[in-house]
């Protein structure tokens, strides 16, 4: 009987301990505590909606941030209606065709509390309330800059697509164009992000190699017409086949996706430069520094043949493929210098602008423009307070 009555009371030991060491403080940010349970029940919840990056990491980010925003949320006094946090879980839930409570009923198979989604819906919410209260005045976007979101295919649709990918080009001449078609291959049968950078930076011949391949947020609609279904078709994490390119090999790896109210822009026409110069391109970007538009080439540059200095307006499904690449990632007036030229020679393209495709009869509306304007700015502010909240934290292991 005595050794059955130390059995049990071990055994509760090592339940309380454990259920001690579950809910024990894993950070403290300034005087709240993030508890191991919370970290660990934010794992699962990101592994289960697939968000790119290392969990462990991403949880730890998100919730002291959500930590800080709480903090402000409280210190002005926001409060959250219950039935808000449900609408919140609804359209959460609705992004993949689910409703609110089939989503938590999936959670819990997965062994994931409903408390998780719950604060995480709540402090998305509060956030964007003391957002718009904290920076309304701040982000007021002005007649003229709805203008010229206009002119560059910012107009209104009816919701987009925009995509996180990452990018690698091989370069391949002739004389190795095997060798990178087999490097090429290894690539495409990736599926983490980490293992796609490290590649980017190794073989990549594009600038962001720097950055592992990373690009950053950018509509569907960008992205040359060829290539958008081949990034459709991928889950997260997986790279598109090699995509051949002049002197290159293309690949591409989808990070995230995810449907957005604001407009897709449509572009029935892109107006670019591309100019061949026999110049490294340190001396090439030297030469060009001071362009700001596309006419100030001709004036910099004043002997090119119409061979060096090609001027066109296409449809972008007539764009070559790696110009359209760099063309993506360019607003007007930017110059890219990441197309593949011969050595000592420099080939760069310039985007001059891009005219917006209206459907007939369609009107141009302005204060849905207005809205996105708006929503960018807040953006910026939002992510800008928020770092200087972190840097004035204390943030802490127990």
Same mark, same amino acid.
């Given at each position: 009987?005595?050794?059955? &009555?130390?059995?049990? +009371?071990?055994?509760?030991s090592a339940l309380t301990a454990s259920a001690q060491s579950q809910f024990s403080p894993a950070l403290l940010v300034n005087d709240d505590v993030i508890t191991n349970f919370?970290?660990? *029940?934010?794992? !699962?919840?990101?592994?289960?909606?697939?968000?790119?990056?290392?969990?462990?990491?991403?949880?730890?980010? =998100?919730?002291?941030?959500?930590?800080?925003?709480? =903090?402000? &949320?409280?210190?002005?006094?926001?409060?959250?209606?219950?039935?808000?946090?449900?609408?919140?879980?609804? %359209?959460?839930?609705?992004?993949?065709?689910?409703?609110?409570?089939?989503?938590?009923? &999936?959670?819990?198979?997965?062994?994931?509390?409903?408390?998780?989604? !719950?604060?995480?819906?709540?402090?998305?919410?509060?956030?964007?309330?003391?957002?718009?209260?904290?920076?309304?005045?701040?982000?007021?976007?002005?007649?003229? %800059?709805?203008?010229?979101?206009?002119?560059?295919?910012?107009?209104?649709? !009816?919701? /987009?697509?925009?995509?996180?990918?990452?990018?690698?080009?091989?370069?391949?001449?002739?004389?190795?164009?095997?060798?990178?078609?087999?490097?090429?291959? !290894? &690539?495409?049968?990736?599926?983490? @992000?980490?293992?796609?950078?490290?590649?980017?930076?190794?073989?990549?011949?594009?600038?962001?190699?720097? $950055?592992?391949?990373?690009?950053?947020?950018?509509?569907?609609?960008?992205?040359?017409?060829?290539? =958008?279904?081949?990034?459709?078709?991928?889950?997260?994490? %997986?790279?598109?086949?090699?995509?051949?390119?002049?002197?290159?090999?293309?690949?591409?790896?989808?990070?995230?996706?995810? #449907?957005?109210?604001?407009?897709?822009?449509?572009?029935?026409?892109?107006?670019?430069?591309?100019?061949?110069? +026999?110049?490294?391109? /340190?001396?090439?970007?030297?030469?060009?520094?001071?362009?700001?538009?596309?006419?100030?080439?001709?004036?910099?540059?004043?002997?090119?043949?119409? #061979? =060096?200095?090609?001027?066109?307006?296409?449809?972008?499904? *007539?764009?070559?493929?790696?110009?359209?690449? *760099?063309?993506?990632?360019?607003? @007007?007036?930017?110059?890219?210098?990441?197309?593949?030229? @011969?050595?000592?020679? /420099?080939?760069?393209?310039?985007?001059?602008?891009?005219?917006?495709?209206?459907?007939?009869?369609?009107?141009?509306?302005?204060?849905?423009?207005?809205? *996105?304007?708006?929503?960018? $700015?807040?953006?910026?502010?939002?992510?800008?307070?928020?770092?200087?909240?972190?840097?004035?934290? /204390?943030?802490?292991?127990?």
């Amino acid at each position: 009987m005595h050794r059955l &009555i130390l059995a049990l +009371a071990l055994c509760l030991s090592a339940l309380t301990a454990s259920a001690q060491s579950q809910f024990s403080p894993a950070l403290l940010v300034n005087d709240d505590v993030i508890t191991n349970f919370e970290i660990e *029940q934010r794992i !699962r919840f990101l592994e289960l909606v697939r968000v790119p990056g290392d969990p462990a990491e991403v949880a730890r980010e =998100q919730l002291i941030n959500e930590r800080l925003q709480l =903090q402000e &949320i409280r210190r002005v006094g926001i409060e959250i209606p219950p039935e808000d946090v449900t609408d919140g879980i609804d %359209e959460f839930a609705g992004r993949a065709n689910l409703t609110g409570d089939q989503f938590l009923e &999936i959670l819990a198979s997965a062994g994931i509390d409903s408390s998780t989604l !719950r604060d995480f819906v709540t402090a998305g919410i509060g956030w964007r309330i003391y957002v718009r209260g904290r920076f309304g005045a701040d982000a007021r976007v002005e007649d003229r %800059e709805i203008d010229d979101a206009v002119s560059t295919g910012g107009g209104a649709g !009816r919701g /987009s697509i925009r995509v996180l990918i990452s990018e690698i080009i091989i370069a391949a001449p002739p004389p190795r164009a095997a060798a990178a078609q087999a490097e090429a291959e !290894r &690539i495409s049968q990736l599926t983490s @992000p980490d293992a796609f950078s490290a590649a980017a930076r190794r073989v990549s011949a594009l600038p962001s190699r720097g $950055r592992g391949g990373r690009l950053d947020w950018q509509p569907l609609t960008d992205l040359p017409p060829a290539i =958008q279904p081949l990034i459709l078709q991928l889950d997260r994490g %997986e790279v598109t086949d090699p995509l051949p390119i002049q002197n290159g090999i293309a690949l591409f790896q989808l990070r995230d996706i995810e #449907e957005v109210d604001a407009p897709a822009p449509q572009y029935g026409a892109i107006e670019f430069v591309e100019l061949a110069l +026999a110049a490294s391109p /340190s001396q090439a970007s030297s030469l060009v520094t001071r362009a700001d538009t596309c006419d100030d080439l001709y004036g910099l540059i004043p002997n090119a043949s119409e #061979e =060096q200095l090609r001027r066109e307006i296409l449809p972008p499904a *007539q764009i070559q493929t790696d110009i359209a690449l *760099q063309l993506a990632q360019l607003d @007007p007036g930017e110059i890219s210098f990441a197309l593949g030229a @011969p050595e000592g020679t /420099s080939r760069l393209v310039m985007l001059c602008g891009r005219t917006p495709v209206l459907d007939e009869g369609q009107e141009i509306d302005r204060e849905a423009i207005r809205n *996105q304007l708006v929503s960018r $700015r807040l953006g910026g502010l939002a992510e800008a307070f928020l770092a200087e909240l972190r840097a004035d934290a /204390s943030i802490r292991e127990p």
